[in-house]
């Protein structure tokens, strides 16, 4: 985005909702990881919180973005093996699929719709999730910075296809498996030990080992980017830019360390006090990135008139109208019926395409290479 705005305020727009946001995403991963090692090894919560959080900045500080490529390569095939073998074994631990839905109905008939157990959701709450995690997430800057790791275009257009029907079926499958659950083993207290939980339950110790290495492998895959994200962000994006522009490279390698630590710790003290469920810390960081990136970086790409106002303009309406409308639906109905980040979406397209046109000025000239501009 520096690169095609070029504008500060961009970059420290862009770096405060980075810095803001993925706290709250990265407290979130490191608090299902703390989880997951307590349910295999009977440790306290804050032990297994201290073994995650020292096994990922291990491995992130010293092997840096090659490492964590690397790593998210061979942790898409064990996500995949370890989903496929918890699902077919939560199946057969329950009778079969007939046998699962009976029983899911018999403990609360809403257990089988899409509105929530108590029937609450409404079909365009339901539907406006189509933003937050499908469309919306082209906008998150955590995806958008893996198109680093591509080779080529013909790479990238072969991973969409590839990534859209694994990550399709991990999704599935692993929400699957935590429905299935529930009549498997009723009664668990805390929701997000679930998944190792059953697998305990229901399988071998040592297949139980092997296919909780699954989500263990999607919440390292998770972490290890957004520490990268964030420490590049803290580094390249607000200390470069405005402290020190003339960093050695070695200086800014030991500084980028020391930055990425500090995170991990700064992370490891807002885990400490997890909350009841933590698929809402992600939820909330998704919809903040979102409303705030999404158009600067999709219109960024494809529109050549698309400014550096239009992009101020698009982040500051989105993030502030994000905020504003996530605490006023803490004590209020959902604002319009529909999922807190559907409203920021839409103001923030309309910020951005209104100012950009009244401080329109010359049609910004993509490379060559970069095709179907409007």
Do not use: C
Not at 130 to 135: A, N, R, S
């Amino acid at each position: 985005m520096k690169e095609r705005y070029r504008s500060k305020t961009v970059v420290f727009l862009a770096a405060f909702s980075i810095i803001v946001f993925l706290f709250s995403s990265m407290a979130a991963q490191w608090i299902g990881g703390a989880y997951l090692i307590q349910s295999l090894t009977g440790l306290s919560y804050l032990a297994s919180l201290f073994i995650f959080t020292l096994s990922v900045l291990v491995y992130v500080v010293v092997g840096g973005y090659r490492a964590v490529v690397i790593t998210d390569a061979i942790q898409g095939f064990v996500m995949v093996g370890g989903t496929l073998t918890l699902l077919i074994a939560v199946i057969v631990a329950g009778g079969g699929l007939p046998n699962l839905f009976e029983e899911l109905v018999s403990i609360n008939p809403n257990l089988v719709t899409p509105f929530g157990q108590d029937g609450q959701l409404t079909p365009l709450y339901v539907s406006s999730y189509w933003i937050l995690v499908g469309v919306g997430v082209v906008g998150l800057p955590q995806i958008a910075v893996r198109a680093m790791a591509y080779r080529d275009a013909k790479a990238m257009h072969r991973a969409i296809l590839i990534g859209t029907a694994v990550v399709g079926f991990i999704m599935l499958g692993m929400h699957l498996i935590g429905v299935f659950a529930r009549p498997i083993m009723p009664g668990i207290e805390v929701a997000d030990q679930v998944i190792p939980l059953v697998a305990l339950e229901i399988l071998p110790p040592w297949v139980a080992g092997v296919a909780l290495s699954a989500p263990l492998a999607a919440i390292m895959s998770t972490v290890d980017s957004l520490l990268i994200l964030v420490s590049s962000t803290v580094v390249k994006d607000v200390y470069i830019n405005y402290v020190n522009p003339d960093a050695s490279s070695d200086f800014i390698k030991k500084f980028s360390m020391a930055v990425t630590g500090v995170i991990g710790a700064v992370t490891f003290l807002i885990a400490v006090s997890p909350p009841d469920l933590i698929i809402f810390l992600n939820l909330f960081a998704f919809g903040g990135l979102e409303a705030a990136f999404i158009w600067p970086i999709v219109l960024g790409l494809y529109w050549k008139y698309a400014n550096k106002t239009g992009a101020i303009a698009a982040m500051i309406a989105g993030m502030g109208s994000y905020l504003a409308i996530h605490f006023y639906n803490q004590s209020h109905p959902a604002l319009f019926g529909v999922h807190t980040v559907t409203v920021p979406v839409f103001l923030s397209l309309v910020a951005f395409i209104l100012f950009s046109l009244l401080t329109k000025g010359e049609a910004y000239q993509f490379p060559e290479k970069n095709i179907h501009t409007v």
